[in-house]
Structure formats: C-alpha cells, structure tokens
C-alpha cells in the first residue's frame, strides 16, 4: 500500500520508533520566540546543557514586540523583560536571533518562509500553534509547549504521538478569486467539520482550489488548520513551491538537486489511504465572516445571525455554546451581517499579513477614505514586508485613507502588547483566532479576509465585497 504524504515525511524522520508508543521524531528547524522560550533556557541552564544544534535554530521576536515608535522604551515591564531575556539567551546559547532592529525581524510564520528557512519535506517546530503555517511548503510543522521547547533545543528531537492523515479536498475553480479567498476557504471548512473536526489529524489539502493557490494563500490555509483541531496541515509541494523559495537568503546552496528529489518523492501515493476526508465544492463557497467565538461559528456575508436552535442542530451543548457567543458579541439572531457595525479593523496576523494581502486590501482601499466612526490599523507581518509594500507605495494608499501604518509583529491578534481592543469594541479582523478576550478584554471579534476587513473599514460595517466598485 502507497504511503500518504505526511507519511513519509514522518517515516523519514523516526530515531526511535515504539509500538503503541510515542515516536522519537528528529526535527530539522526549530523557531524561537520570547513568549515560550524563557523557561526552556532556564532548564537548560539548571541541567547544564547546551542547544544541540543551534545552526538549526532561529529565533525574532514577534509576540510582544511594539508595533510603533520603537525608538522609544517598552513602556509594558513583562514584554520588556521577554524581550530582553531572548537576548540574553540567543547571546549565551549561540542561536542566531532576528532582534526588534533586526530588517528581518517579523512573526515568526512569516520570516520562515520569507528567508527560505522553511523546506519541503522537514520536520519544523515552535512555541505556538500556528506553526501548522508552514505546512504550505509540504513541510510537517506543529506546535509545542514550552517542557518541548527545552526537550528540542537539548536534543534536537521530540516523542511525538503519531496523528493519522485526514484527506480535505477543494474542488473546483473560483469565479470571483479576489472576492472568494484563501480565509474564505479555510473558514468555510472549519464551518462544515467544526473545531474539533481535524482532532488528531494531520490534514492534507488537495484539489484543484489548493492547487490554484499562491504560496501566500496556502499559508493562510494550513496556518488555521489548528482551528479545525488538527495537529498540523499539509499541502504537497510544487512548481510553485519551489519558484518561491528559489533565490532567498537561506535556501540551500544545493537547491536544485533538493528540488529534484522533493518533485519525484514528496507526494501522496496513488494507493494511499486517509484515515478519513472531506470534500468542499469551491462554488459553494461566499466571503466569510464569523459571528460567535470560536471560528467555526462562521457564515456567509449574505446571511444573517444565526438562531441558537437553528446553528445547534439538535445538540444542546452547542445550542448553549451559541447563547453563550451571542451574549458576549451582542448580537441579535435574524440580524443580517450586512448590519453588524464595526469600531475597529485590524489587518494583520501570521495568518493575513503578507505582501499579496496587503496588495489585495488596498485595491478596496484606494482612493476612498475610512468610515468616520471606525478606526484600522495595518501591520505588515515582517520587516522585508513593510519595505516591499512601501516600495510599491501601498503605505500611502492606506495613509491617504486614515488607516494606521505599523512595523512588523503580532499585534492585535492576540492581545500581548499595546495593540488590543477595548471592553465592547467590535473588530473585523484578518487574524485567525475569536475567542472571548482575545484581542482585549471584552473586546468582540469577526474573522474576515483582507480584502472584507478593507471593505468593512471603508463602510463601517460589514459588506459582501464582490458588489463594490473597485474602479
């Protein structure tokens, strides 16, 4: 019987294999920032270790990071203090870090790629979820808790349990691609297998709608695959794959003949078999907005609020989960999305803040000004971002329509630093996550794409953005 793509990957990456028993799994790159590093080098430090590898660890600093006037002191002690210690630690232990001054200094998810660290085929791991992300380039990359953290930088391996392969097919092909976008895909799906759909899973996208996607969009895909609680997601490389990764600041100098190897060996075998799988006709598929606070509480823009009773199917524990997100979004069943008003926008995240992103907003954006009542803000997600959209003068298009224009970092998406939202402010965001309190105590969530976070900006509330006037 053929193998899955995920596999193989795993199989070729076994020191120490045990039946009915975690697997010793050798790991290629591991990704350091300063939220859950600290107390791994301390353990390092107690037991007298060093990083086995640190030529295959890389570290920035991305979670807590200010994303304005960074000139100026860290005016918040604990994220001077983390920021400070990953210093410290990347200078004791040898590890190369991209610091606050650093051009490539950016979210983790989005330097990997960017800088040609992130490899088909490899094994890659980080303190945080959404290192599912690089799963775009057909590499296996999950994330860890910081007792793993300490466990990889001493030995360069971790005991893994071994996930099944879980087939998700996209088919078809978009009439309206601007419209219809990669966020709008990975949303539809966690709206059909729910958030606990992809539990211990590794998810493998495939079909024509993967296939037609940019490299930039099949990161937002396998980025929120996290969100569907799988393990980590997975789209097998290709020309486009390796056209990205060509020519950056580490890829391999034996590029080509890697790529040779990668082209005759990194996909699923014909005679594979998933443990299960889901197909998704693209035609079904409208831009997306979520409504409760989890994001697979998500409909069409053409739709209304759901009703309790309507959304639960029967199931009382997800009936009571609804009344519960309701509540705390202050929303009223029957209430069309069209008529939800917005006070802030965050464009943004590990999920949505690459230059195709950034390039797709504006085009919503240009030549119109932001909604009197309402407040954006745009943060690239690296440093090489902000520099390539300002060289395409994508910064003024955003300026001249009163959106704020920042440095590199997580922002908004997670509430770790100055960026956070206000009790009750409501938020059309590009970030991944919706949970109560996420971008701010109080603070109420709408996950959307680029290009709806930019429409619902210049509106004020929510709009289906295939009817706007783009000219």
Not at 34 to 55: I, K, Y
Not at 435 to 442: C, H, I, L, S, V
Request: with cysteine; aromatic share 6%.
């Amino acid at each position: 019987m053929g193998k899955t793509l995920f596999e193989k990957i795993w199989d070729a990456h076994i020191v120490v294999e045990k039946e009915n028993s975690p697997s010793l799994i050798y790991i290629d790159r591991h990704l350091v920032h300063e939220v859950t590093s600290p107390q791994a080098f301390d353990g390092l430090r107690m037991n007298n270790r060093s990083v086995r590898r640190p030529d295959l660890t890389i570290a920035t600093m991305d979670h807590n990071v200010p994303t304005n006037n960074r000139t100026l002191p860290i005016l918040d002690q604990t994220s001077a203090v983390q920021i400070q210690t990953l210093e410290k630690n990347c200078k004791d232990f040898g590890i190369k870090l991209f610091d606050i001054h650093s051009s490539n200094q950016g979210i983790v998810h989005v330097i990997g790629p960017q800088l040609g660290i992130t490899l088909p085929g490899s094994t890659i791991v980080c303190g945080d979820s959404h290192t599912s992300t690089h799963g775009a380039f057909g590499a296996l990359a999950f994330g860890i808790g910081t007792s793993e953290v300490e466990h990889v930088l001493a030995s360069q391996t971790l005991w893994l349990e071994k996930p099944m392969p879980f087939e998700i097919r996209v088919e078809g092909k978009r009439k309206n691609p601007y419209a219809v976008t990669a966020k709008d895909i990975i949303l539809s799906i966690i709206k059909h297998i729910g958030t606990s759909g992809g539990n211990g899973t590794v998810i493998e996208y495939r079909g024509q709608g993967i296939s037609d996607l940019s490299m930039e969009q099949r990161m937002t895909i396998c980025n929120m695959s996290i969100e569907a609680g799988a393990r980590a997601g997975l789209i097998a490389s290709d020309e486009k794959t390796f056209e990205y990764l060509r020519g950056r600041e580490y890829t391999p100098k034996n590029y080509e003949s890697l790529v040779s190897l990668w082209r005759e060996n990194l996909k699923t075998d014909h005679d594979a078999k998933f443990a299960k799988s889901f197909t998704l006709h693209i035609d079904d598929i409208a831009p997306q907005v979520s409504w409760g606070t989890n994001p697979g509480m998500t409909c069409d823009v053409t739709e209304s609020v759901p009703f309790p009773e309507d959304y639960s199917k029967g199931d009382p524990n997800q009936k009571k989960g609804a009344e519960k997100a309701l509540e705390y979004m202050a929303l009223t069943p029957g209430t069309p999305i069209t008529e939800i008003k917005i006070d802030r926008v965050f464009i943004g995240s590990c999920t949505n803040a690459r230059l195709e992103d950034l390039i797709e907003a504006s085009k919503v954006v240009k030549g119109k000004k932001l909604s009197p009542h309402v407040s954006a803000m745009v943060v690239p997600g690296s440093q090489m971002v902000k520099k390539q959209a300002e060289e395409l003068g994508l910064d003024k298009i955003f300026t001249d329509a009163n959106f704020e224009w920042r440095d590199s970092g997580c922002s908004m998406c997670l509430g770790m630093n100055p960026d956070i939202l206000s009790p009750g402010e409501r938020c059309a965001s590009t970030s991944n996550r919706n949970f109560e309190g996420r971008q701010g105590t109080g603070g109420r969530t709408h996950l959307v794409s680029p290009v709806m976070a930019a429409a619902a900006a210049i509106a004020g509330h929510f709009v289906d953005v295939r009817e706007m006037d783009l000219n």
